[in-house]
């Protein structure tokens, strides 16, 4: 069986790579290009609002060399999670994307459109059956989460990208995907083996993450065989080690021998990871064992108001050493200044960085006290004009905050901003965020082929 190639140009679709390690890696006659697109990370607010959390400009920088080359090579290029979120309004900015590169080179091909948008209905009668469960540590879904949440996507499988490979596509860009789908669906549909194509292609979901030094902004190419598969990163600057690939296989996992997908999961506890030479590492042994039932991952968000948030600072080591009573000191006295104005809904907190900023949401840990802070006062109300309210009148109270033994009266705070307050607009949390059962993905993902003629279909 001949050895297919697999070149992954960047960690997510916007972040760049350099032109050298991708030319590298078309040396190496790679049998698809592929580029993971988006992510949940960067948290609610982009499926909520429709918006990509990469740059336009740098997500066509990074097209616009990787369809060309795609296509002067013969070869497919697949895109997944379009637009960050992977939901209509992001497929769309990026197919717009594509259009403009295509007109302005030129450009002629076939694309596969993969839409990942689940309607409401279709959610609430899987609720209604008892067929959508929560995806820890997600509570129970309630039909009014359903009610009030926009967009709504599944994360798709392998099955739809081997369809539009079939159909001879050659540009396929997909809604919300599962990362390791768009490497390892062409080697899938040729025969090679499941397990190992999916982990293969959770290891260049990243790109060059899995090297060392690790960079989502660089090139990685896969090379799968029979009963194993070889990783290597295409700059000079880095390598791959048994370490940072069995690394990468653990990202994001809670359990470091099963890793659950769409259709199954990996089974890792035969894997082996082996250094075949200085910069290219060997994985064997990794199987796919099918789940029983085909569950579909759903993505959804709510909004749930208006942010305004104020950036400060603070020296004064009493105060330091006062804080968190003086936090709450103010909370309090915010909720009593508007009590009797109406405005008793919203949420007020401070985040204090270099005191548990980061580690805030576990309590009681050590740690000696800073010499400095760094505050973020943040508000959120059902509109922006309270939000606006809360976070003021909550800056300035802190700001002439009276505790005991102050020195000076001239203010607790620094502002390196002015304005100091910022509003940040709208609110989302994750409304839905389970596991919906289903008898055949390909039910819920239809593909649609556009012949581009230098722009125009």
């Known amino acids: 069986m001949e050895e297919m190639r697999i070149l992954s140009p960047t960690a997510i679709l916007g972040y760049g790579f350099p032109e050298e390690s991708f030319n590298e890696g078309m040396k190496r006659k790679p049998h698809v290009i592929a580029v993971d697109a988006g992510s949940t990370d960067p948290g609610p607010y982009y499926l909520g609002a429709g918006v990509s959390f990469t740059d336009r ?90 009610d009030r949440t926009g967009n709504i996507v599944a994360q798709m499988g392998m099955e739809p990208f081997i369809k539009a490979l079939d159909a001879k596509a050659d540009v396929i860009i997909a809604g919300r995907t599962y990362d390791p789908a768009v ?44 009963d194993y598969f070889r990783v290597e990163a295409l700059s000079k600057a880095r390598k791959c080690t048994t370490l940072s690939v069995a690394a990468h296989t653990l990202y994001e996992k809670t359990n470091p021998y099963i890793l659950p997908g769409p259709g199954g999961y990996l089974d890792l506890r035969e894997t082996k990871f082996t250094q075949e030479s200085e910069t290219v590492v060997k994985v064997t042994g990794s199987r796919f064992v099918p789940s029983d039932g085909y569950f579909l991952k759903l993505e959804g968000t709510k909004k749930i108001g208006y942010r305004t948030v104020s950036v400060a600072a603070c ?44 580690m805030g949401m576990f309590k009681n840990l050590p740690g000696e006290q800073p010499a400095e802070l760094g505050i973020v006062i943040e508000a959120v109300a059902d509109t922006q004009e309270t939000a606006n309210t809360i976070c003021s009148f909550a800056r300035s109270t802190m700001l002439h905050f009276g505790y005991e033994g102050r020195i000076s009266t001239a203010g607790n705070l620094a502002f390196p901003f002015s304005p100091s307050d910022f ?33 125009a279909k």
Request: glycine share 10%; with cysteine.
């Open 57 to 146: 400009n740098a997500v066509k920088r990074d097209l616009a060399i990787m369809i060309p080359e795609g296509l002067k090579a013969g070869i497919p290029v697949i895109i997944g999670t379009a637009g960050g979120s992977g939901a209509k309004p992001h497929l769309d900015w990026n197919i717009e994307i594509i259009r403009e590169i295509a007109k302005e080179k030129n450009l002629s091909f076939k694309m596969a459109v993969i839409p990942a948008d689940i309607p409401h209905e279709e959610v609430i009668a899987k609720y209604s059956a008892g067929e959508i469960t929560p995806l820890g540590p997600a509570p129970q879904l309630k039909r009014e989460d359903i």
């Open 423 to 455: 509003k940040v607009g709208e609110v989302y949390e994750f409304s839905i965020y389970h596991l919906m059962k289903i008898d055949n993905p390909a039910d819920y993902f239809s593909i649609t082929y556009e012949n581009i003629k230098g722009g």
């Open 183 to 226: 490497f390892a669906a062409l080697a899938v549909k040729n025969g090679y083996d499941r397990g190992l194509a999916v982990h293969l292609g959770k290891i260049l979901e990243c790109a060059a993450i899995a090297a060392s030094p690790g960079s989502g902004s660089d090139c990685m190419i896969g090379m799968l065989g029979k």
């Open 315 to 358: 020296k004064d080591p009493i105060m330091i050493s006062k804080i968190d009573s003086i936090t709450g000191a103010v909370k309090a006295k915010v909720k009593s200044n508007f009590a009797n104005f109406g405005i008793t809904e919203f949420f007020l907190d401070f985040k204090l960085y270099g005191k548990n900023g980061v």
